[in-house]
């Protein structure tokens, strides 16, 4: 008999600044992310059914036209996060993987538009679907937008691969008596002020009660693992 999956149906966000791999701003490490599209792979050959939503730190946050209107800078960040979408389906095809990009924003050359039947027909389907331009709207991340696609398409939890490898009582880069934490509460984190993710999605999630598990991108495998339901990184929520 096979091995009974934990999560049948899973939500990726990736982080666009550990897409980059710790190259410079506006750079896809496109090694890494054939690296990332094969461990994805091997979920969607374990029968795990893959959605991902993709942020755009490695070219552009709205947060950085600082000097910019905010809604504009914000739709630039839409338009960033479909570049690497279209750069993880570039590599996912290479890979042998049937895969379609859905976008917030409708842009009919490069994606489909999103419609929220079509993408769990996609995953029913046995494609991995990628969710670009966040939400379509501005004042909103890519964290945001991942527990929302996450509760739209019934995902069973929300895994969220960063350049930090869970949630810390402090910054980890300028507290060194900062520390790990392995499982802790919504509420936690809305009341303790911590940012491993924003308090739009951390709130969203609550109400609606999605679990999240927060983990390094820095090792590939660790997709797998979290997919397998290893205890890894950080969980958010319930009993895990």
């Known amino acids: 008999m096979g091995t009974t999956l934990k999560y049948k149906r899973i939500l990726l966000k990736l982080s666009g600044e550990a897409l980059a791999n710790g190259k410079e701003k506006g750079i896809l490490d496109y090694d890494f992310i054939r690296t990332i599209c094969s461990q994805v792979k091997e979920c969607v050959n374990m029968g795990i059914q893959v959605s991902i939503v993709v942020g755009a730190g490695n070219i552009w946050r709205g947060r950085m036209g600082e000097k910019m209107d905010r809604t504009r800078a914000d739709h630039m960040g839409m338009l960033a ?6 750069a993880l389906q570039d590599a996912f095809e290479q890979l042998g993987v049937d895969c379609r990009v859905l976008t917030a924003v409708e842009m009919k ?13 996609h995953l029913n389907k046995g494609r991995v679907v990628i969710f670009g331009c966040g939400i379509g709207s501005p004042f909103f991340s890519t964290d945001t937008a991942a527990v929302l696609r ?7 939890i929300v895994l969220m691969a960063k350049n930090i490898d869970g949630v810390y009582t402090a910054d980890p880069k300028t507290d060194p008596t900062a520390t790990k934490i392995e499982h802790i509460d919504y509420l936690e984190i809305l009341k303790d002020g911590l940012h491993a993710i924003d308090t739009t999605a951390t709130s969203f999630s609550m109400e609606n009660r999605i679990p999240i598990l927060v983990f390094g991108l820095d090792d590939p495998k660790n997709i797998v693992r979290a997919a397998s339901g290893e205890k890894i990184g950080t969980f958010i929520g319930g009993n895990n």
């Open 109 to 121: 050359q490069f994606a489909e538009p999103y419609i929220r039947n079509k993408a769990v027909s």
């Open 81 to 86: 996060t479909t570049i690497n979408s279209l």
């Open 150 to 156: 996450a509760a739209e398409i019934g995902a069973d």
